[in-house]
């Protein structure tokens, strides 16, 4: 299956609602193109305890993760700190960073001052990540990779660590699903039947998603099952198999989808 991929994201602005997330759904769809899942995401404001904390138990996990946002100089900024607090490590100056920040202010005619040059300080050991947009890099240490929060500079940041770090996860990930709708029962009757079947196919997970019906399909619900793995069709299409028979035993009526869909409220 490979490392599972988190992100964080970083931001009052976020939270408070004056910005929209616009990070979720856009390495969903890179990680997708790429055979690759987002296990979990977690969303944080500009609060350097909680962030060292966080930090801490996601470096300790050994997962992927990419963190969006804080890395700059301002004193709301705390990003780079918390990261090198949270392995124990100095911030130093990244001398390919500095260099791409005194290129940028050649260009733009600003002064180097110890304040811009605070983007270049990483956690000692870190690597760079590009930045197209503006140069102003990002940084990676210990399978976790610090990018801006602004979009136009965080995405094709994504790619790069997605295709220079991270290629040798691709299509690791994929995942095999098989789904039917069920009508005329209700979960907890199928819930045994649920837990029968993951106890009998390791490591196939089974999923129900509820839907209250629409002018498409009368209320039913999507029963499935699904693996990650290069082993996991003929596991998915046992347990898929052995779950239309238990469907049928309640003399319940299904149909089968291809692909699970999006749960409805």
Known sequence: MGTRIGLIVVGDEILSGRRQDKH???LIEKLTARGLKLAWCRMLGDDRPLL?????RTFASGDTVFSCGGIGGTP????RQAAAEALGLPLHIHPQARGFIEERAKETGREVTDIILRMAEFPEGSDIIPNPYNRIAGFSIRNHYFVPGFPVMAHPMFDWVLD???KHLHFTQLEKALSMHVFGGYEALLTPDMEAVEAQFPGVTVFSLPHVGDDKLPRHIELGAKSTGPDAAPRVEAAFAELQKRVLAHGLRY???AQPGPAQA
């Open 24 to 26: 979720v759904p856009v």
């Open 52 to 56: 060292v904390d966080e930090l801490k």
């Open 76 to 79: 709301d900024d705390h990003t």
């Open 164 to 166: 220079e770090k991270l």
């Open 255 to 257: 149909e089968v989808v």
